[in-house]
C-alpha cells in the first residue's frame, strides 16, 4: 500500500524559492514585461532622488494608469531651501479627450499624442519609467535599456518586497531595476548616467546651461525612484483621470 505525504506550508514555500532562485535573468526580465502587459490598471505613490554635482533634488509623485489610453501622473519638487520657493504642482493626463501638460507655470498645454505628452513630462516629473512600460513606449521604457548587457545582481528587499535585481548598460547610461519575486513589477529604479556621456549638458551651450553660461564640468548623475502602495487591475472610470483642479 503507498501513502502519499501532503507538503506542508513551510515545503511549499521552500520549493518556491528553490523555483524562484533557478530563474535566469531572461525568464525574470520577460517575466517583468509580461506582467505589466497583462495589467488592465496600475497606480503608485513614489519618491524620486537625483544627484548631480554635489546636489540633491527629491520629488515626489502618484501614479495612475488604465488601458487603453487613460493615465494621470502628478508630481511636485519636495526639495526645501530658503532660496527657492516651493514648487507647484505639475500633472500630465489622459481622461480620453486628449493628453495634456501642465506644469503649474501657464495655461495647460495640450499634445498630439500620448507619446508627446509623457515624453514632455517625463524629465522633470521622474517617474516615467512605469508609465512606460505599462504602455511599452518606445521612450524611457526600462525594459529597452535592460534589453542591452543585461546582467542580474544579488537580491535585496525594497521596504518589506523580496526582489531581483537586473542591470542594463549602454552608451554610459546604466539602469538598475528591484523586480518583485511575487508581482514581477518594479518596485525600484535607479538610472546612473556617467560623466563622460553627460559632456551633451555640459555649458556654455550645453543642454542644462545657457548659451552665455561659464562651461562647467558635470558629474556622472544618478536617480533613484522608489514605488509604493502599488495597487494593480483596480477598476477606473475617465473622471478618475482628470486633475481635482480641472474638474
Not at 487613460?70 to 514648487?87: E, F, G, N, V
Not at 548623475?221 to 480641472?246: L, R
Amino acid at each position: 500500500m503507498m501513502f502519499l505525504l501532503a507538503a506542508g506550508p513551510s515545503q511549499i514555500l521552500r520549493a518556491q524559492d528553490a523555483a524562484q532562485q533557478q530563474l535566469t535573468k531572461e525568464e525574470i526580465f520577460q517575466k517583468s514585461k509580461a506582467a505589466y502587459a497583462a495589467l488592465t490598471s496600475y497606480s503608485d505613490d513614489g519618491t524620486s532622488v537625483g544627484t548631480l554635482n554635489g546636489l540633491t533634488a527629491a520629488t515626489t509623485f502618484s501614479i495612475r494608469l488604465s488601458r487603453p489610453g487613460l493615465y494621470r501622473i502628478a508630481w511636485q519638487d519636495s526639495t526645501s531651501s530658503p532660496a527657492m520657493p516651493k514648487a507647484k504642482p505639475e500633472v500630465v493626463w489622459s481622461a480620453g479627450e486628449g493628453d495634456f501638460l501642465d506644469t503649474g507655470q501657464r495655461a495647460k498645454q495640450q499634445y498630439s499624442s500620448q507619446d508627446d505628452a509623457l515624453a514632455a513630462a517625463s524629465g522633470s516629473s521622474k517617474a516615467g519609467a512605469i508609465p512606460a512600460a505599462f504602455f511599452n513606449a518606445k521612450w524611457g521604457n526600462p525594459f529597452s535599456f535592460l534589453s542591452k548587457g543585461l546582467l542580474r545582481q544579488a537580491d535585496e528587499r525594497v521596504g518589506d518586497v523580496d526582489c531581483y535585481i537586473l542591470t542594463g548598460e549602454s552608451s554610459g547610461r546604466t539602469t538598475t531595476v528591484w523586480i518583485g519575486k511575487q508581482d514581477f513589477l518594479i518596485h525600484q529604479l535607479r538610472e546612473t548616467i556617467s560623466a563622460a556621456a553627460m559632456k551633451i549638458f555640459e555649458g556654455p551651450g550645453g543642454l542644462i546651461s545657457p548659451p552665455d553660461a561659464p562651461k562647467t564640468s558635470v558629474t556622472e548623475f544618478t536617480s533613484v525612484e522608489t514605488h509604493s502602495n502599488i495597487v494593480v487591475n483596480q477598476k477606473f472610470v475617465a473622471a478618475d483621470f482628470v486633475p481635482a483642479k480641472s474638474q
